[in-house]
């Protein structure tokens, strides 16, 4: 019986140093690192497109470090590779665990092609020598009038991304680009407005936020496939609003909008 104990105890002792398995879950398309979701995974020339998850079971060295490898593959639909990128996830947890939330950034080129590709983002544990990835399905769709990758920050510079969630006291910093603006006549004329607009549908500010942007010398307009706006909300107060975007090109009489939910909390 002693012999059987001790069998036993070795076994156990063996079972409890097996290293857990790499996992990838919680994957989700957004408007940037730390903003909204993304609920299309459609896309058109210029975009940008960011996937996050959580990692969990990652190893850590000897400082509490990781060492890891993230790499992204897009193929279009004739299995050719249009992105093929890797790079080092190297940082401590300084919390604590082995679980971290990593992303990714898939950028649109000026000239991709309309039609289906397919994502493939593989996380490589080197401390582990595990492997684990998710794959997602992109349609390109031909270049429009469209409001694309707006992101949000803490400072004017757009140095350090932001949630939708602030606090009162906080200022807010947003940042988006229009693309299939109408060069037709050799010149261009858009206008960015923001709204606020509360749970109960009511408009905040007195007047929209207004951004006017034109271009008439010639050569500006030949390189404009995009117009950068940006614009600022103040939290000065607790509740629950939505903040309205829209662009209007006046040369071709047309509107793309943007909303998204934003929760601001008493300190």
Known sequence: MTRNLVAFCVVLLFGSSAIAKLEIRNVQAAHGILGPERTSLECYPLDEIVFRFVADDVQLDADGRTDMDLSFRLVNSEGKAVINEKGPIQRPLMLGGNTFTAHTTIGIGANAAAGDYELTVTLHDKISAQSASFTRKLTCKSSQFQILAPRFFRDPEGKIPASLSGIVGESLFFRLKAVGIDRSQSKVHATMTMQVIDDKGS???PKPYVVNAE????????????????????????????????VQDHIAKQTTTFETALVVAAP
Do not use: C, H, P, W
């Open 203 to 205: 408009e905040m500010l």
């Open 215 to 246: 271009l008439t010398r010639a050569e500006d307009v030949q390189r404009a496939m995009q117009l950068n706006f940006n614009g600022a909300v103040s939290l000065n107060r607790a509740g629950k609003y939505k903040i309205r975007v829209m």
